[in-house]
């Protein structure tokens, strides 16, 4: 037995635990480590593409709106497409919570590189910050999912919680950045993204012993000696992408651009290599292949929604920056300041649809509803945009509850498609790729940014209501079909509600 075996085996599935507003309290610890990531990494994202477009006299890059915006869109693909290792080396290598602990730990320092006023240290925080982040978020998610039994009713209302969590950072991080990033210095708002995700890190380790499977290695862990193959390999092909990249940088190839594209490429490889190898696999039963397919059709509603969600940190912050009236009483908001309107909302709903859940029990809607409605609500969010934004011209405003009115319906469909996704694929996930299918999960995020990074370029080039009409059209119609295929899902979901 290994040390690591000897150690105890952290808390068990247990029915009667309800120390956190009638939940584990094992959800208390992962709330506030959620909190204090998207604080640093929302609060972060926030002022990013502004960064980006300031001028080098205002200590900005000074990029043109829609490179900045592909590019900011290409590093939230890099962020998730790290996801699906992050997955694998916990189920491998880890085990989940040491996976989370050391993503905690990368992203800290990436945020604390950034807040070095040099363009390589953005580069290379962002890199460090991508790492980390795809090592944390799928495994902080499945690790809210072994808190309970698939049979849990407060599964979907615990998810809601825990997305609340998150939408606490979404709130609050913005508004720290977006102060420090208008007002004083954009690196004084990168030090306040690590130092929140300092905190985070803090406040896991203490909570530690409540969390399911401390102490107890990975899983499915690899054999010693395939272990060792395996490092090599990996070792080798970073070394390869290091000398790449400075080999084309020598011969002067390299562009940011460049690197989008590919990233972007990666994006639309990654899910189909993923979803056929769990198709393929003779570790997954047939019940648990059936499973997967209408997992699929949840997948593709996520990427749909997720491609406009993931422009209110950088198409929509552009619109706040430019035409937005955001003056009161001769003082003009930060334009980062929006971003925490959608956490806002979100922080306002998540309690109220986790609420909804466990009143209405097993009289809730199919989770595979839940989801076409968040899509669909995020689609309106652009269209509801399109009669404010058509036809102007020249230096032109439009009223701020235009796009508060988008960021509100935006918000609600994230609680309901979000909270229901997560806790679908921890049940529709097969046992062997727990971690690793919700780093397939993410991996939707991944696709949405990645055709983003290429959709965003086309901001400022085309008429505005035609960009927002387009983006919109794309989620309603996705949201339809989810709801054609409902019935269909529901017979084929089962455990899922």
């Not at 592909?70 to 189920?91: C, E, P, R």
């Not at 491998?92 to 604390?112: D, F, K, Q």
């Not at 690790?143 to 997305?163: C, H, I, M, N």
Request: glycine share 12%.
């Amino acid at each position: 037995m290994t040390t690591e075996d000897a150690r105890p085996a952290g808390p068990a599935v247990d029915p009667d635990d309800r120390a956190f507003f009638g939940h584990p309290r094992g959800l208390s610890t992962l709330f506030g480590l959620e909190v204090w990531e998207r604080f640093s990494f929302l609060g972060m994202q926030a002022i990013l593409v502004l960064f980006f477009t300031a001028t080098v006299a205002d200590d900005g890059l000074g990029m043109e709106a829609g490179q900045a915006a592909s590019i900011a869109a290409g590093y939230g693909t890099m962020v998730y497409l790290v996801s699906v290792g992050g997955g694998w080396i916990a189920d491998r290598v880890l085990g989940s919570y040491r996976a989370v602990l050391w993503g905690g730990i990368l992203i800290a320092c990436g945020h604390y590189t950034m807040a070095i006023p040099a363009e390589l240290s953005t580069w290379l925080g962002l890199v460090l910050i991508s790492l980390g982040t795809g090592l944390l978020k799928p495994n902080v998610s499945t690790l809210v999912g072994k808190l309970y039994s698939t049979t849990d009713e407060r599964r979907d209302a615990g998810f809601a919680l825990y997305y609340m969590g998150i939408n606490v950072g979404a709130f609050f991080g913005p508004l720290v950045t977006g102060w420090l990033g208008a007002d004083v210095g954009w690196h004084w708002g990168f030090s306040a993204a690590a130092i929140g995700m300092t905190a985070g890190v803090v406040q896991y380790v203490v909570g530690r012993r409540h969390i399911p499977g401390h102490g107890r290695g990975p899983e499915a862990p690899l054999p010693p000696a395939v272990m060792r193959r395996t490092l090599w390999i990996l070792g080798g092909v970073a070394a390869g992408v290091v000398i790449l990249a400075v080999g084309l940088a020598l011969v002067g190839r390299l562009s940011i651009a460049g690197v989008v594209d590919a990233l972007t490429v990666v994006a639309m490889a990654a899910p189909i290599v993923y979803f056929t190898v769990m198709f393929r696999s003779p570790r997954v039963t047939g019940e648990e292949r059936g499973r997967l397919r209408p997992f699929l059709v949840l997948w593709f509603a996520s990427v749909a929604f997720n491609f406009v969600l993931f422009q209110a940190y950088s198409v929509l912050i552009l619109l706040a920056d430019q035409h937005v009236e955001r003056t009161i009483f001769g003082w003009q908001a930060p334009a980062a300041w929006f971003s925490s309107f959608l956490g806002g909302v979100e922080v306002l709903v998540a309690p109220v649809v986790a609420a909804l859940w466990t009143w209405l029990g097993p009289r809730q809607p199919h989770a595979s509803k839940k989801i076409a409605i968040g899509a669909l609500l995020g689609g309106l969010s652009y269209l509801v945009l399109v009669p404010a934004v058509t036809g102007q011209s020249g230096d032109w405003k439009i009223a701020v509850w235009w796009l508060l009115a988008s960021l509100l319906l935006l918000g609600l469909g994230d609680v309901l498609l979000q909270t229901t996704g997560l806790s679908a694929t921890t049940k529709l996930a097969p046992a062997a790729f727990s971690s690793q299918s919700m780093a397939v999960w993410f991996l939707s995020i991944a696709l949405a940014n990645g055709i983003q990074a290429q959709t965003v370029r086309f901001y400022g080039e085309i008429p505005d209501g035609l960009y927002f009409t387009l983006n919109g059209a794309v989620a309603v119609l996705v949201a339809v079909v989810v709801l054609v295929l409902s019935p269909w899902m529901r017979r084929t979901m089962h455990p899922v509600h």
